[in-house]
């Protein structure tokens, strides 16, 4: 079956910096990629959608410069929480589209970012 | 915007039968999934209904009723491991998955 990964699986950083995540379909090309966020006790809230080659699309309420995503192949896209603060503390799944079977969305295993 | 509701918690006992219910204000969408979620752990797909009625996967069973506005995870012959966060999600033609609030089941002995 189609497989996604994350990296870091895990990562905790200083308010102020900057973390990097990637997100990779290992066995299939992703023209699309998708970024939650899910914090403890809540369900998935859809961040932004990642189409390789162009902007990402940012759901309301999310800041754009703040999460900066980006699709460079068809194998991976990138989220930067830039500037973090203990509030962007939070578990960030991504998942990839899946060119035949377009209903489908595989799951990475997400990250859990702490920020202190 | 899309109203996605899910009981907050259910309890059953092992080897049970227990239906999570997913009611909705939203429309134009293709299709409806149902995943399950341990702890730290990403979703896992379970079932996708594009029609009103009944898929059937093995001890899982998935309903949707667009008319009524509503769709029902069953899980039978429950088990320890049937233990986690059950999440409706509607699939849009834009491609995106909006989630619905989350019920975390928990199966005793």
């Known amino acids: 079956g189609a497989v996604v990964s994350q990296h870091p699986s895990w990562v905790i950083c200083k308010s102020g910096t900057s973390v990097k995540i990637e997100c990779r379909s290992l066995?299939?090309?992703?023209?699309?990629m998708f970024w939650y966020r899910q914090f403890p006790k809540q369900s998935l809230m859809l961040m932004a959608t990642?189409?390789?080659?162009?902007?990402?699309?940012?759901e309301q309420g999310v800041e754009k410069d703040k999460f900066l995503i980006n699709h460079a192949s068809l194998t991976l896209s990138t989220l930067t929480v830039t500037s973090a603060h203990p509030e962007d503390s939070s578990f960030y799944i991504c998942?990839?589209?899946?060119?035949?079977?377009?209903?489908?969305?595989?799951f990475g295993p997400g990250t859990r970012l702490t920020v202190t | 915007g899309q109203n996605i509701d899910q009981p907050t918690e259910m309890t059953a006992t092992e080897g049970a039968i227990v239906q999570i219910n997913c009611t909705y204000q939203?429309?134009?969408?293709?299709?409806l999934f149902w995943y399950q979620q341990h702890a730290g752990e990403a979703p896992t797909f379970l079932s996708y209904?594009?029609?009103?009625g009944l898929e059937e996967k093995g001890r899982f069973s998935s309903f949707l009723s667009r008319s009524k506005g509503y769709s029902y995870l069953l899980l039978k012959e429950l088990q320890m491991k049937d233990s986690a966060s059950y999440l409706c999600?509607?699939?849009?033609?834009?491609?995106?998955?909006?989630f619905g609030t989350g019920t975390r089941l928990q199966v005793f002995p």
């Open positions: 998942s990839a589209r899946d060119a035949v079977e377009v209903y489908e969305q595989y």
């Open positions: 066995d299939f090309q992703a023209t699309t």
């Open positions: 990642s189409n390789e080659g162009s902007k990402a699309t940012y």
């Open positions: 939203t429309s134009g969408f293709n299709g």
């Open positions: 209904n594009v029609l009103d």
């Open positions: 999600a509607f699939y849009f033609y834009t491609d995106k998955l909006i």
